[in-house]
């Protein structure tokens, strides 16, 4: 094993043992080197006055080389913020107005332990971090039944791990804290388990009430009081789209030093929360009491980005700096959310009129992009997922035999009625019934 691995792991391990415990082979092995290219170019970059060759790019007239048919589409910002390569670890006053968001939304987080944010290729790159670091074959990764299907590719496919799957709800229609319970101590054998929280979830657009929070805290640390290490992954995918009276923050603050078992993480990103889908900016941040623990778990995943991507897009992070620094931010993303949720609560409405009786009912949402029809027995999700694109030109997502996904986010307003009555068409006659 490389002696910087070793070191790290050493600090990490006399920190807390726990942590350590929780790295996956590769977590273990990893490392970002000091010594390297990057190291080198860095110091260059301090005292090389003369000439600085280097970094491994091409420079003219003092600055990055580029071609005026790319910079003349770019000419509000300067070629040093757009050409040259972002650190691993992403911009550092990227970082840094982004720890500073987390603090402002996420009040639980004020006077806890927690690294600076690393940038990531947005979030999945996140959760596929976290897979490397902590997943090893036959590690578990416990969530609910109702996911976002890239879990399996993610942790189950790439890295071997185990899928525990639990019911997210229960009969009633509130969260399943007992199966999530049941799940997370079934796990005490094997003595490590990683939990995926996400909320708003995908597909349902559902976040649990703040009293369903404090129940997951509680098996939480009930599971590690049993002797279960815990990496737990606040996937904030669609973090601040709360339409409704739930948890309004990340679940990352309160588990912020709340036990040495448990490790949380936090994946969220300019992605969805900034409207920047294909900006491609995310974020992964560690919480720890143990400022060795931080330090040691933030080398390691510069590691993993040196070795896999080597760094972000540096476009793409100096927009999105430029954006949160706006004083015109605040206000032109409060009005999207107000969009958002205007769909929302349309989506509701329509639902709660009695208008669509006879051929599904649907699982809770508050929050998020999406909700979920669950059919009634006799409609077949994919069959007519497949007469809404085929007769009608209409496009959902089936999710097993009885669930369809619908994302109203994409959806206008004034056109939501006119997409359910389709939806509502298509299940009548599959089931050679006329609709009302």
Same mark, same amino acid.
């Given at each position: 094993?490389?002696?910087?691995?070793?070191?790290?792991?050493?600090?990490?391990?006399?920190? !807390?043992?726990?942590?350590?415990?929780?790295?996956?082979?590769?977590?273990?092995?990893?490392?970002?080197?000091?010594?390297?290219?990057?190291?080198?170019?860095?110091?260059?970059?301090?005292?090389?006055?003369?000439?600085?060759?280097?970094?491994?790019?091409?420079?003219? !007239? =003092? =600055?990055?080389?580029?071609?005026?048919?790319?910079?003349?589409?770019?000419?509000?910002?300067?070629? @040093?913020?757009?050409?040259?390569?972002?650190?691993?670890?992403?911009?550092?006053?990227?970082?840094?107005?982004?720890?500073?968001?987390?603090? %402002?939304?996420? *009040?639980?987080?004020?006077?806890?332990?927690?690294?600076? *944010?690393?940038?990531?290729?947005?979030?999945?790159?996140?959760?596929?971090?976290?897979?490397?670091?902590?997943?090893? *074959?036959?590690?578990?990764?416990? /969530?609910?039944?109702?996911?976002?299907?890239?879990?399996?590719?993610?942790?189950?496919?790439?890295?071997?791990?185990?899928?525990?799957? /639990?019911?997210?709800?229960?009969?009633?229609?509130?969260?399943?804290?007992?199966?999530?319970?049941?799940?997370?101590?079934?796990?005490?054998?094997?003595?490590?388990?990683?939990?995926?929280?996400?909320?708003?979830?995908?597909?349902?657009?559902?976040?649990?009430?703040?009293?369903?929070?404090?129940? $997951?805290?509680?098996?939480?640390?009930?599971?590690?009081?049993?002797?279960? !290490?815990?990496?737990?992954?606040?996937?904030?995918?669609?973090?601040?789209?709360?339409?409704?009276?739930?948890?309004?923050?990340?679940?990352?603050?309160?588990?912020?030093?709340?036990?040495?078992?448990?490790? *949380?993480?936090?994946?969220?990103?300019?992605?969805?929360?900034?409207?920047?889908?294909?900006? %491609?900016?995310?974020?992964?941040?560690?919480?720890?009491?143990?400022?060795?623990?931080?330090?040691?778990?933030?080398?390691?995943?510069?590691?993993?980005?040196?070795?896999?991507?080597?760094?972000?897009?540096?476009?793409?992070?100096?927009?999105?700096?430029?954006?949160?620094?706006?004083?015109?931010?605040?206000?032109?993303?409060?009005?999207? +959310?107000?969009?958002? @949720?205007?769909?929302?609560?349309?989506?509701?409405?329509?639902?709660?009129?009695?208008?669509?009786?006879?051929?599904?009912?649907?699982?809770? +949402?508050?929050? =998020?992009?999406?909700? &979920?029809?669950?059919?009634?027995?006799?409609?077949?999700?994919?069959?007519?997922?497949?007469?809404?694109?085929?007769?009608?030109?209409?496009?959902?997502?089936?999710?097993?035999?009885?669930?369809?996904?619908?994302? +109203?986010? &994409? $959806?206008?307003?004034?056109?939501?009625?006119?997409? +359910?009555?389709?939806?509502?068409?298509?299940?009548?006659?599959?089931?050679?019934?006329?609709?009302?």
């Amino acid at each position: 094993m490389n002696p910087m691995a070793e070191q790290w792991n050493d600090k990490i391990k006399t920190a !807390n043992t726990h942590v350590y415990d929780m790295l996956s082979a590769l977590g273990r092995e990893i490392y970002f080197p000091k010594e390297g290219i990057l190291s080198q170019s860095a110091e260059a970059t301090t005292h090389a006055k003369k000439y600085n060759a280097t970094i491994g790019i091409a420079t003219e !007239n =003092g =600055g990055p080389m580029h071609l005026n048919v790319i910079q003349d589409k770019l000419s509000a910002y300067s070629p @040093k913020d757009l050409y040259g390569y972002a650190p691993p670890a992403g911009k550092p006053e990227l970082r840094a107005v982004w720890r500073e968001k987390m603090i %402002r939304e996420n *009040p639980s987080l004020e006077g806890k332990a927690f690294g600076n *944010p690393i940038t990531t290729n947005a979030l999945t790159h996140g959760l596929s971090i976290v897979a490397d670091l902590f997943a090893d *074959p036959g590690d578990a990764v416990v /969530y609910p039944d109702k996911n976002w299907e890239n879990y399996e590719l993610t942790f189950g496919i790439r890295r071997g791990a185990k899928i525990v799957n /639990y019911e997210l709800f229960t009969a009633d229609m509130s969260f399943n804290t007992e199966a999530f319970r049941k799940a997370l101590l079934a796990q005490k054998e094997a003595g490590k388990a990683i939990v995926p929280l996400n909320f708003p979830n995908n597909p349902t657009g559902y976040t649990p009430s703040v009293a369903e929070g404090e129940e $997951i805290i509680s098996a939480l640390i009930e599971a590690a009081e049993a002797g279960i !290490n815990l990496v737990v992954v606040s996937d904030d995918a669609y973090f601040g789209l709360f339409f409704e009276d739930s948890l309004h923050e990340s679940l990352f603050g309160k588990l912020a030093g709340v036990h040495p078992r448990i490790l *949380p993480i936090k994946i969220d990103g300019a992605t969805k929360e900034e409207f920047v889908w294909g900006f %491609r900016v995310g974020f992964i941040t560690f919480a720890s009491d143990q400022a060795d623990v931080l330090a040691g778990l933030e080398q390691k995943t510069m590691g993993i980005i040196r070795a896999t991507i080597s760094s972000g897009p540096h476009p793409s992070q100096t927009f999105v700096l430029d954006a949160l620094k706006s004083p015109e931010f605040e206000d032109q993303k409060h009005e999207k +959310f107000l969009i958002m @949720k205007g769909r929302a609560n349309k989506v509701k409405a329509l639902l709660d009129s009695g208008k669509y009786e006879g051929f599904w009912t649907y699982y809770p +949402f508050n929050s =998020g992009y999406f909700m &979920c029809l669950k059919l009634n027995p006799g409609i077949e999700a994919e069959a007519l997922r497949q007469r809404l694109l085929h007769e009608y030109g209409v496009g959902t997502i089936a999710l097993g035999e009885t669930d369809l996904r619908i994302a +109203f986010s &994409c $959806i206008a307003e004034e056109n939501l009625e006119d997409l +359910f009555d389709l939806v509502y068409k298509g299940a009548a006659e599959l089931t050679g019934k006329a609709a009302e």
